[in-house]
Nanobody
Framework: VQLQASGGGLVQPGGSLRLSCTVS????????IGWFRQAPGKEREGISC????????YYRDSVRGRFTVSRDIATNTAYLQINGLKPEDTATYYC????????????????????WGQGTQVTVSS
């Protein structure tokens, strides 16, 4: 099982990015995919999740309306579209695969995931 996050970069405030999470060893249709981020000096936080069973999408309050999670069966990739970037969005972004004991009401907990990508850096600065 592998997850590879990519698409980060340096963006001006108000800009957009699309992060990709390319997976292998399982299908993005079979497990929920979570997105997390960790800013310097802060704990990693869950920001979004797309469920496996019914394609429901979940967001942290601070990103709802600006972030959109999706997945593509054909490429076995999950995406996180980020619009209206703010300096406080600066962080390393990670994608993760839900564990076998995953429950949706704990989607933002790190312990709900069993495999992680290596992270991609997003820096928002003018």
């Amino acid at each position: 099982v592998q997850l590879q996050a990519s698409g980060g970069g340096l963006v001006q405030p108000g800009g957009s990015l699309r992060l990709s999470c390319t997976v292998s060893g399982f299908s993005v249709m079979d497990r929920a995919i979570g997105w997390f981020r960790q800013a310097p000096g802060k704990e990693r936080e869950g920001i979004s999740c797309i469920s496996s069973e019914n394609n429901n999408k979940y967001y942290r309050d601070s990103v709802r309306g600006r972030f959109t999670v999706s997945r593509d069966i054909a490429t076995n990739t999950a995406y996180l579209q980020i619009n209206g970037l703010k300096p406080e969005d600066t962080a390393t972004y990670y994608c993760a695969r839900s564990s076998g004991t995953f429950t949706i009401w704990r989607w933002s907990s790190e312990s709900s995931y069993d495999s992680w990508g290596q992270g991609t850096q997003v820096t928002v600065s003018s």
